[in-house]
C-alpha cells in the first residue's frame, strides 16, 4: 500500500452506449499522462446486494441457472438494489423476494467490486446468523427461478476447495466471515 497522491483520470463528457439489462455508459476521459480516450463502464445498477445465512452448522443459499455459464450453481440470495434504499433494505427484500426469508438481523460483512475495471457499482454483502422467519417469495420473473438450498458448512468449504463455487460473493462472504471469526475458520482441503 502506498500513501503517495496518485494522479486519476478526468472525465470530459459521458454518453449513455447501451441500455438494456445492462447499461453501458461510454466516458470520453484524460488519462493522468494527458492522453485522451474512450471508457465504458457498467453502470446498470447503483449497487448490489447479496446475504449469508447462517442456520447453525449450516448455510441456507441459492439455487440458480445462470444463463451465461449454461449450468446450475450455489449462490447467495441477493441482486440490484434501488437508488431509494439502503443495502441492508436491499438486501432484506431481496432475501424475501428469492428465498421467503425474512432476517431477523443483518450484519454488515463486507463491500466488494466484482469487477473495479468495469463496473461503477459495489456489492454489499450481509451476514444473517440470528434467525429468519417464513416470508413470501416472488416468483413473478420467469428467468430467475431460484431453488433453496441448505449445506452444512463443511460442505460448503469442501465444495469451494473442489472448484464447485463459483459465485464471487459467496466465496468472498464465506472468507470474509471466517476471517472476522463469525464463522469457523475455512478447513484445508485433505
Known sequence: MTNETEPGWQTLSRREAYAGRVRIVE??????????????????VPFAVATLVVEGTHVVLARQYRYPLDRWIYDLPGGA???????????????????GLIATE?????????????AAWPVHLFLCVAGTRPGVADTSDPAEQVRHARLRIEDLDAAIAR????????????????????LPPIEPAS
Open 27 to 44: 466516458h470520453e476521459v484524460v488519462l493522468a499522462d494527458g492522453t485522451s480516450s474512450t471508457y465504458e463502464v457498467d453502470e446498470s
Open 81 to 99: 438494489g434501488h437508488a431509494s434504499e439502503s443495502p441492508e433494505d436491499a438486501a432484506r427484500r431481496e432475501l424475501e423476494e428469492e428465498l
Open 106 to 118: 443483518l450484519v454488515p460483512l463486507q463491500t466488494f467490486f466484482v469487477n473495479p475495471g468495469r
Open 163 to 182: 472448484g464447485d463455487i463459483v459465485d464471487p460473493a459467496l466465496l468472498i462472504a464465506r472468507a470474509s466471515a471466517a476471517a472476522r471469526g463469525l
